[in-house]
């Protein structure tokens, strides 16, 4: 979805991939996930996407010097969890995002430690964790699958994941959602 925000356009590219569970040794829904998330990869690089075309028939992705933000579930860990850890590294090692300002939360770390178990194996730290999916195997706990990635022609000013202490008063804003509310404030020069 293009939006134009003072004259400058920036592609919102937003999806949710399959969950890269529930099926059987097949891995359908892991692979179908890795798929969905590759296809970012490529419609984001001009000499990868030439497979893409719209309904009217205009073939390809992204020019290179276009703006863009890559954003939602993506229902993939870089480090833990049933996904494919590469399909997360696609975009997270893409030349065309920024990623100097990972999302991060100090209440993020706080839930992991509450919980421990699953938890306590993981190899990705839990201050970018995004998500709270329990903590008893085979439940893989608390991941990073929610997402905001914007090119790296746009400057990132601040980011966070809203993961708010488990007593506070907040908490009752997630309500019953397993996922947390991530963002980021990027500038657009005029």
Not at 104 to 126: I, M, P, Y
Request: proline share 6%; aromatic share 8%; net charge positive.
């Amino acid at each position: 979805m293009p939006i134009d925000i003072h004259g400058k356009v920036i592609h919102v590219l937003a999806g949710h991939p399959t969950p890269p569970v529930f099926d059987g040794p097949e891995d359908r829904n892991g692979r179908r996930n890795h798929d969905e998330i590759r296809f970012w990869a490529d419609y984001i690089q001009p000499y990868r996407s030439g497979y893409v075309y719209d309904d009217q028939g205009h073939v390809g992705g992204l020019d290179r010097w276009e703006k863009f933000v890559i954003m939602g579930d993506l229902n993939t860990d870089p480090f833990d969890g049933d996904s494919s850890n590469d399909a997360a590294l696609l975009l997270l090692n893409h030349h065309r995002i920024n990623t100097k300002n990972t999302l991060k939360s100090r209440d993020g770390r706080e839930a992991a430690k509450l919980q421990r178990e699953v938890n306590r194996t993981h190899f990705g730290k839990s201050k970018f964790d995004t998500s709270d999916f329990g903590d008893v195997s085979p439940i893989p706990g608390n991941l990073r699958v929610d997402y905001v990635l914007p090119s790296r022609n746009l400057q990132i000013k601040r980011s966070g994941v809203f993961w708010s202490k488990t007593h506070s008063p907040l908490s009752t804003l997630v309500g019953n959602s397993d996922h947390r509310l991530v963002w980021v404030d990027i500038r657009v020069r005029r």
